[in-house]
């Protein structure tokens, strides 16, 4: 059965420090992967997806994944985190044959010190 | 993408009432999901509601409980019905093409409070 893992239920980050939020799946074929914010009292933000190509998407608001099929992992980067970023993250995972129905991770509270 | 007015965006209800929320897409959307979330938790569908058919529930979830209607390619609502405390959350609708590469968007989310 297909699954998401965010091993981090919180990460708590120093302004301008850089950071990883990890996103590991299982799925037998190739996984459409996404990633979604979600800000206090908000619904959810598309931040970037993976389809198929360049294994290294380039999202909104400075974030960016990369899918390692080896590893079958999906983890967001960002160089340089904000204090605004503070939010929920959410990793996600599609597939033709479940009906295009997303199956969640947990999420991870990103929490970022002054 | 297209963008969803949810509505109401938070209710405190009576226990044994029923609560319908509403979803209006601004284009029309061949998929409506409907999740729960649950404080500080991930997101749980509760149906997929496509347009000329009856929704799809998961598991744990019924029709009696969660009525849900699509009259129209833009449109959705879910009933939450004979709330008790324990239906508090919050209930997001969620629309997508129906092509995986194409991304889900969502509503605002309805903040439900049961007392």
């Known amino acids: 059965a297909q699954s998401v893992t965010q091993p981090d239920i919180h990460i708590t980050v120093s302004e301008g420090a850089s950071l990883e939020l990890r996103c590991n799946y299982s799925?037998?074929?190739?996984?459409?992967l996404f990633w979604y914010v979600q800000s206090p009292g908000q619904g959810l933000q598309l931040l970037l997806k993976y389809f198929s190509g360049d294994t290294l998407v380039q999202g909104i608001k400075g974030f960016e994944a990369e899918f390692k099929r080896s590893q079958s992992s999906f983890n967001l980067r960002k160089p340089s985190v904000h204090w605004s970023d503070a939010a929920e993250y959410f990793c996600?995972?599609?597939?033709?044959?479940?009906?295009?129905?997303?199956?969640w991770g947990a999420g991870t509270k990103l929490i970022i010190k002054p | 993408s297209a963008v969803i007015s949810q509505k109401p965006s938070r209710d405190i209800c009576q226990r044994g009432t029923s609560l319908t929320i509403q979803c209006q897409v601004d284009?029309?959307?061949?998929?409506m999901f409907w999740y729960r979330q649950q404080p500080g938790q991930s997101l749980t569908l509760i149906a997929t509601a496509n347009q000329g058919s009856e929704a799809t529930y998961e598991s744990g979830f019924v029709i009696d409980k969660f009525p849900i209607s699509r009259p129209n390619l833009t449109f959705s609502t879910l009933t939450v019905s004979n709330m008790s405390p324990e239906d508090s959350s919050i209930y997001l609708c969620?629309?997508?093409?129906?092509?995986?590469?194409?991304?889900?968007?969502f509503g605002q989310g309805t903040r439900l409070t049961v007392v």
């Open positions: 284009s029309q959307v061949t998929m």
């Open positions: 996600a995972v599609g597939a033709e044959d479940s009906n295009y129905q997303l199956i």
């Open positions: 799925y037998g074929a190739t996984p459409y």
């Open positions: 969620s629309g997508t093409e129906g092509a995986a590469n194409t991304e889900a968007f």
